[in-house]
């Protein structure tokens, strides 16, 4: 897999006749390593051992109903009273991060009303809030260090 811009981190993969696959540490199993997989796993090493997230408050992959539609976010961290603190998307590396995938995080969290948005093709990251008053995103150089 690319090299993404996120810190290295030891991952669990192996082969099998399906294919590579990487372990989860969040679904506690191995899933197919396909490209957004690679950013996921990196992204999720990364808020446990540079943001400080307890891994008990991590979720991926989980639906959300949108509008009576079904979707699936990426990674979500909760606060301690279950309410979201962060909400991430993640693409593979060759997808560029442009206003459609704003968008569909924006739109997520319209569901789930997180306190950071956080969008990601291990190449790229932005960090923001979402100023709710005037319905924008407010930019942020990086997440701050988690705190309970």
Sequence with gaps: ???????????????????????????????QLQ???WVRQHIIQWLI???????????????LIIAGTSKRYDIVVFKPD??????????????????SVFDQIARYNLAVKSTYLMVSN???????????DNQRYNFIPDLPEYSL
């Design 122 to 132: 291990g190449m790229e990251h932005y960090f923001c809030t979402m100023d709710y």
């Design 35 to 37: 490209p957004e997989e």
């Design 82 to 99: 279950a309410s979201i603190e962060i909400i991430v998307e993640c693409k593979a590396p060759s997808i560029t991060i442009d206003q």
């Design 49 to 63: 051992s540079y943001k400080q997230v307890p891994i008990s408050l991590i979720n991926v992959e989980k639906q």
């Design 1 to 31: 897999m690319k090299a993404l811009r996120l810190p290295p981190a030891n991952f669990r993969v192996k082969n099998t006749e399906k294919g590579r696959l990487i372990f989860d540490p969040i679904r506690k199993k191995f899933v």
